[in-house]
């Protein structure tokens, strides 16, 4: 083979992947397709920059979120505690803002703050993930019901911390929540796309990653190989509670506030996109691609029945059913592809 | 006497493959008949057709002298043919009693449980048999033989004429077969017979008063077990005679031994067990399932906690605490059952070869270096001839011989100094079994240390030159293979 | 051997550690032990406990059902806005019929999808908890309704008895909880001696055996999924009766606690095992401890925390107690393990 059709092949690498496979080829043809009605429908609204920025700041959420799901559902597990990871550590970082930053403070020292906040979050993420990993691993127990456990009690901490109330940060602070990168990509996007490129190096190119799917597919296999599983796995809960922790910055940037009970639906919303990106809950498969064409496709559908819903009253909730029926039509389709291969 | 079961000119193809071409069979009551193929030659197949799973396409079956045109599975258990599946189909969460009744229960269609009749119809069935069980112990919780049982009381209260079992015995230890077959006798006492279908020799010859030997979906000898012997039945199994060479050590005893095992005691497994393994040896280790052997082969491997003793290896005393304690030492650990525990079965062959030195197989910027995973992929597919050889090819769609070639390719890959095999040709055919037997012997030659553990008493004869024997937990008997006869090891292996 | 394998059952366990709790609450505050309280807990714990009954039903069979609440709201809020606009005057009856029947044609979608295609169950109740909600808050309303009709403002003060107390207050027990008790038995009664229940724990046992055994496991899938939708069209209405309105934005969410009360009463996440005094028990445990922080003194802000450790510990202890066993033999024969373990 030539350097020559190498390159080529690694150009069309991610359309090879999404041919070879039928759940992503599916989920792309969905993609398009609700693009595709959304832009006839409304051409005046939904192809437009303005849209594009606001669609851009809002996926990004339930996108991270997604992939801290997809990589504890690839070793078999799933981390159910993620919002409340974020919460709890969104609240603790916007604590040492608010202590440390007085409100006529230099932009410089906002700076800092930041840091410092952003420092926090990551170090109480994974603290509260590694808390999670070694219940899995080293106590044994089943990751839904570690993580349920530590749910409700990262939860509770938050409401302890903050009696039940929100914490303001900084002002200055919500730039991330409305500066556009070009005037057009949003931070939280931009957070997306580094954090899916660096989870695709993780997953694709490190002995880590590699372990992770093979841990999912047998994991007595996996411990007679000699791979150091519950390391494997507390690593895997510490990546998804770092997660959390980038989710909680980005709620801290939109919002300039952090509460404990901020989007508990954000949990079931992760996991809804990572089935629907053909993530087996069992372990042992699933890619970021799917990741990214389930939420594309998923803000599709919210965006543009928004858009066409405007006038009706309680339209907004339209879009829950939507997410739901989408999960069940494609689910509903891939077992009729599998009977027909099957079969055939 | 009528037949209980005839089959006439039975063939089946599957998607334009040949499963079974103008099979035969007749089996009286009470008779012992043992179906005997290697893996792949169609038994299973024949097995689905009795069962009415599967129909043939052309073909006739006759069941107590009714021609049977269309037949389902409902019709075959109604006829009194019931199947005992390799995984015996239990439920691991009920009581024995209940999975006894549990089928009995439901085709008299009951809706209402009533506890007393459920244990008294479990009693009456076990008492059939003569076998004792606890009917309140949950069937996950006891043991493979015993689960048998249960099996098969619930397949006698189906008002079974023909039990069909399905490599009954595969999981089963020396002792327990011996059990087993006690109480097929008992069975065939009530006037049942038996399929048996197997593929381990020595069981045919002993249990069966038929046997039909298929190969390639075609029927090649249906006689009297009397008539046969085993190498005659592997001649008919393979279409060719294999001439096993023994193993030969060739090295030095009085060099320094590889590993020297010390005073080792594992509380409630094995105790005070000692041996030393130079390197090129093939060291069997053999007694009944329960002896230790298993327990001993997880502590050399640093799977279960060593209580006191010692374990050194080239010289160098060394600590066991985990499975990566015994990886880096240079200890690989081939499984007894690699479908569970060897294989990753829905990832690629590639993936399967790496999993042991993914860590080893770091390049630039600690990321996986792809040039250097495919050239090891690429070497010992080649060298321990996978096939088919594409890397790529999910290990779920290799047989079972090559899938056995890929769990050791995983422990070659990362240069072992000692290998431990356990069971190293369980459930694979007889053909594979000899190629199998040929890369460990070459490997021993190229100076790895071996240790099988196995109560495959042939399997330990033709590949080891010494074999330890273990009994409740301790080492009684050490010998050089050239100094006993494989009766001789036989019988002192399921002497108490 | 009786006591021992008694000791070992988590039922036993959580029936220990509820008692001791009580006693200990008790201990700390006499007020405790008063009818009121008692009656306080019953109320409490009747919504909770028949949501229970139908979780432990579904995780025997090996299944997770996370729309239970959203068929809860959307039978209770649909019901009350049916009766309202008919300007019903009756009593609480109807409400409870027409709830039943509600949930019971919203279970049956859950068991279309999960027989007929052979869906995870997971998979289909996220997306089905998405568009029955979905669908309740566009289509039906998404308004809190506290002009209820008059036979469900009366249910919230349908006592059993009333008793007064030392100071001349005068508490009742809430007739709700005859709902829970015979829900408690018929499911009792169903589980244990109809093969009907047995079906359920053979399906989560092993579905393939059962299959081979000849059981009808649509017709037993069926059976659960409209049984858990009758369970929760129910309880989703004594929870809009006590509470004196509807509100449809209310239950969802409540769903994972309710499957951590079920497994701390020794229900297992996999399938197979499970009973419903267990489950009773295990409700009674975080109602109590939920319910009692303010007696001992604790700050109710606490209150996640104490459950969530509940959770963690109650679910750590058997998986500690299976490690520590599993960690030992592999396959070894009875005799040689130590008296007290062997089967002799």
Request: aromatic share 8%.
């Amino acid at each position: 083979m030539t350097s020559q059709e190498t390159a080529r092949r690694s150009d069309t690498l991610w359309m090879r992947l999404i041919i070879r496979d039928g759940n992503l080829l599916r989920l792309f043809i969905a993609c398009v397709l609700i693009f595709v009605i959304m832009t006839l429908l409304r051409p005046e609204v939904f192809p437009t920059v303005e849209n594009f920025r606001s669609m851009g700041s809002q996926f990004p959420e339930v996108g991270i979120l997604a992939i801290a799901i997809m990589i504890a559902m690839l070793t078999g597990g799933i981390d159910l505690s993620i919002v409340s990871i974020a919460n709890l550590s969104g609240v603790l970082a916007a604590l040492l803002i608010r202590t440390v930053i007085p409100a006529d403070a230099p932009d410089a020292l906002v700076v800092v703050g930041l840091i410092g906040a952003v420092a926090v979050a990551f170090a109480v993420g994974a603290l509260c993930g590694l808390f999670n990993g070694l219940l899995i691993a080293r106590v044994n127990l089943t990751p839904i019901l570690a993580t349920l456990g530590t749910m409700t009690l990262y939860t509770g901490i938050t409401v302890v911390i903050t009696r039940g109330n929100a914490v303001f940060a900084e002002n200055r602070l919500t730039f991330i929540g409305n500066t556009y990168l070009f005037d057009l990509i949003p931070i939280p996007m931009l957070i997306f796309a580094v954090v899916v490129a660096v989870f695709s190096v993780i997953l694709n190119r490190t002995a880590f990653g590699l372990k992770l799917y093979l841990i999912g597919t047998n994991e007595k296999a996996a411990r007679f190989s000699g791979i150091d599983v519950p390391r494997a796995l507390i690593g895997t809960y510490v990546l998804s509670g770092l997660l959390s922790a980038v989710v909680a910055i980005i709620f801290l940037g939109r919002n300039n506030s952090a509460k404990w009970d901020f989007a508990p639906s954000y949990v079931l919303q992760a996991i809804l996109v990572a089935v629907l990106a053909g993530v087996n809950p069992s372990g042992g498969s699933g890619r970021l691609l799917g990741i990214v064409l389930a939420i594309l496709a998923l803000q599709f559908v919210s965006t543009g029945l928004n858009m066409l819903l405007l006038a009706v009253s309680g339209g907004q909730f339209f879009k829950e059913f939507a997410w739901g029926a989408l999960l069940l039509i494609i689910m509903v389709i891939n077992y009729f592809s599998e009977r027909r291969r099957a079969k055939g | 006497m009528q037949p209980f079961l005839s089959l006439a000119h039975i063939s089946k193809t599957y998607a334009g493959v040949r499963a079974l071409e103008d099979v035969s069979l007749t089996v009286y009551p009470g008779e012992i008949h043992c179906l005997v193929g290697e893996n792949g030659s169609g038994k299973s197949t024949l097995i689905k057709i009795i069962a009415g799973v599967v129909q043939p396409d052309a073909g006739q079956i006759v069941i107590n002298g009714k021609a049977m045109h269309h037949l389902h599975p409902i019709d075959a258990i109604r006829e009194g043919i019931q199947v005992i599946y390799q995984d015996f189909s239990l439920f691991p969460n009920l009581t024995v009693a209940e999975n006894i009744a549990i089928n009995h229960e439901l085709s008299r269609q009951k809706r209402w449980v009533n506890w007393q009749e459920v244990r008294e119809i479990a009693r009456q069935a076990m008492r059939k048999i003569n076998v004792q069980l606890d009917l309140d112990a949950t069937v996950g919780e006891i043991p493979v033989a015993d689960k048998q049982l249960v099996a098969i009381c619930r397949a006698l209260l189906q008002n079974a004429k023909l039990i069909i079992m399905d490599e009954a015995t595969t999981a089963l230890t020396e002792r327990e077969i011996r059990a087993l077959f006690e109480v097929i006798h008992n069975v065939q006492r009530e006037g049942v017979a038996v399929l048996f279908v197997s593929h381990k020799l020595d069981e045919v010859l002993e249990i069966a008063d038929k046997a039909l030997i298929i190969r390639n979906g075609r029927v090649v000898l249906d006689a009297d077990a009397r008539e046969l012997d085993r190498s005659k039945l592997t001649y008919y199994m393979t279409g060719r005679n294999i001439e096993e060479a023994i193993f030969e050590w060739q090295g030095d005893p009085n060099s320094p031994p590889l590993l020297q095992v010390r005073h080792l005691t594992s509380l409630g497994s094995f105790e005070d067990v000692s041996f030393d393994l130079h390197p090129g040896e093939i060291l069997g280790v053999t007694g009944l399932l329960g002896s230790g052997r298993t327990e001993l082969a997880l502590a050399l491997f640093g799977a279960i906690p060593i209580d006191s003793g010692e374990i050194v290896l080239e010289g160098q005393p060394v600590v066991l605490r985990s499975i990566q304690d015994a990886v880096a030492h240079g200890i690989g650990y081939v499984p007894e059952d690699r479908l569970t525990e060897g294989l990753f079965l829905e990832r690629s062959i590639s993936d399967n070869i790496l999993a042991r030195i993914l860590d080893a197989l770091k390049g630039a910027g600690r990321l996986l270096d792809r040039a250097s995973m495919k050239a090891t992929t690429q070497e010992w597919i080649a060298r321990l001839s996978i096939k088919p050889p594409h890397a790529e090819l999910p290990a779920k769609s290799l047989s079972g011989g090559n899938q056995q070639r890929v769990v050791l390719a995983k422990w070659l890959a990362s240069k072992p100094r000692l290998l431990i095999l356990n069971g190293p040709t369980m459930g694979v055919d007889v053909g594979s079994k000899m190629e199998l037997h040929e890369i460990i012997k070459q490997l021993a030659r190229e100076g790895l240390g071996v240790i099988i553990i196995s109560d495959d008493i042939p399997e330990l004869m033709q590949t080891c030159n010494r074999i330890l024997l273990m009994r409740r937990g301790r080492i009684v008997e050490r010998f050089e293979r050239r100094q006993i006869t494989e009766m001789d090891l036989t019988q002192r292996l399921v002497a108490v | 051997m009786l006591v021992k394998k008694l000791f070992s059952k988590q039922e036993t366990l959580v029936a220990i550690t509820l008692f001791g709790l009580c006693l200990v609450i008790g201990w700390i505050n006499p007020v405790f032990w008063t009818a009121g309280n008692w009656f306080d807990l019953a109320r409490s714990a009747t919504v909770t406990g028949i949501f229970a009954i139908g979780v432990l039903i579904v995780l025997i069979s090996g299944g997770i059902d996370v729309s239970f609440t959203a068929i809860a709201v959307f039978a209770m809020y649909t019901t009350t806005v049916l009766l309202k606009d008919a300007q019903y005057t009756g009593g609480m009856w109807l409400f409870f019929v027409i709830a039943a029947l509600i949930g019971l044609g919203l279970g049956l979608i859950n068991a279309f999808f999960i027989a007929q295609f052979r869906l995870p169950t997971l998979i289909v109740t996220l997306g089905t908890q998405s568009m029955f909600r979905g669908f309740l808050l566009f289509v039906i309303g998404s308004k809190i309704i506290r002009d209820i009709p008059p036979g469900m403002a009366d249910y919230s003060k349908a006592f059993l008895f009333t008793v007064t107390d030392d100071r001349g207050v005068t508490v009742g027990l809430h007739s709700a909880v005859l709902w829970l008790v015979a829900v408690a038995i018929l499911a009792f009664v169903i589980l244990r001696y109809t093969m009907l229940g047995r079906s359920i724990y053979a399906l989560g046992g092993s579905r393939e055996a059962a299959e081979r055994a000849g059981f009808n496991i649509t017709r037993t899938q069926v059976f659960i999924y409209a049984f858990v939708g009758v369970l929760a069209g129910i309880a989703g209405m004594i929870y809009g009766g006590l509470n004196r309105q509807a509100n449809a934005q209310d239950i969802v969410g409540q769903e994972l606690d309710v499957i951590a009360a079920t497994v701390l009463g020794g229900a297992s996440i996999m399938g197979g095992r499970g009973s419903v005094i267990g489950t009773l028990l295990g409700v009674m445990l975080v109602v109590v401890m939920s319910n009692s922080l303010v007696l001992m003194g604790i700050p109710a802000t606490w209150q996640r925390v104490v459950v969530g450790v509940i959770i963690i510990i109650g679910t750590a202890v058997p998986a500690l107690r299976t490690l520590r066993r599993q960690r030992r033999s592999v396959n070894v024969e009875p005799e040689m393990l130590s008296p007290v373990e062997g089967r002799t």
